[in-house]
């Protein structure tokens, strides 16, 4: 009797088989990969604001600290938006007839806070405390970049897991003097000398059990 399927098939139901498999191998695998890229986390995407705010002007030319406007990153978890009531401090005699500032004018008078879109943003599930980090001398570059170069600001961290975790593990590669930590530009002359001496002064401890970020 005639065999019912020609030799051929066997390797074209082999060659289907594992094209199946592969195929169900990769939905389940490119999502994870994707979720992993720059592209995914919006990293080093420029984001539009409100109004055209820009932090080379304001850090370099004139001099401003981090910590002038985003005060509440010393004392909370979150670093906070300067209210308008900050900006029109200069700016009620400094570029008041500037059209690029009439959002700010309007707020001022409004007392509606400008709507600012976030740059940095951790899932919900993920808890960030600035207050601590500052505290124990992280230093603002060290998460977000060189701001004082960006016309625009933008993700520059990729805010992974396992970005967090490295710092945590190895906190002496990245603390700093308390007095440096709005610094852009200051490096450490020896910072595998410097670092673990940081650590033992400002009793940092090296966290990475799952209840430091997930409570």
Not at 25 to 50: C, E, H, K, S, Y
Not at 66 to 83: D, K, N
């Amino acid at each position: 009797m005639a065999a019912l399927f020609r030799p051929w098939t066997n390797t074209a139901f082999r060659i289907a088989l594992i094209g199946l498999v592969g195929g169900a191998g990769a939905l389940l695998v490119t999502p994870m990969i994707w979720v992993r890229t720059p592209n995914w986390r919006r990293q080093f995407d420029q984001v539009d604001q409100p109004v055209e705010f820009d932090h080379r002007h304001h850090v370099q030319d004139d001099g401003i600290d981090c910590l002038f406007c985003h005060r509440e990153a010393t004392v909370s978890s979150t670093a906070g938006i300067p209210s308008t009531d900050l900006c029109m401090g200069c700016h009620n005699q400094v570029w008041n007839k500037s059209p690029m500032l009439e959002p700010v004018r309007r707020s001022y008078f409004s007392g509606l806070p400008i709507p600012w879109n976030r740059v940095h943003d951790v899932p919900d599930f993920v808890y960030f405390n600035h207050a601590i980090h500052i505290n124990k001398g992280v230093g603002c570059v060290s998460c977000h970049g060189r701001v004082d170069e960006m016309g625009r600001v933008f993700q520059v961290a990729d805010l992974s897991m396992k970005w967090c975790l490295d710092c945590h593990r190895q906190p002496e590669k990245h603390v700093r003097p308390l007095d440096r930590v709005t610094d852009m530009t200051w490096r450490a002359a020896d910072q595998s000398t410097l670092g673990p001496y940081l650590v033992r002064e400002y009793g940092v401890r090296s966290v990475t059990n799952c209840s430091a970020c997930h409570r």
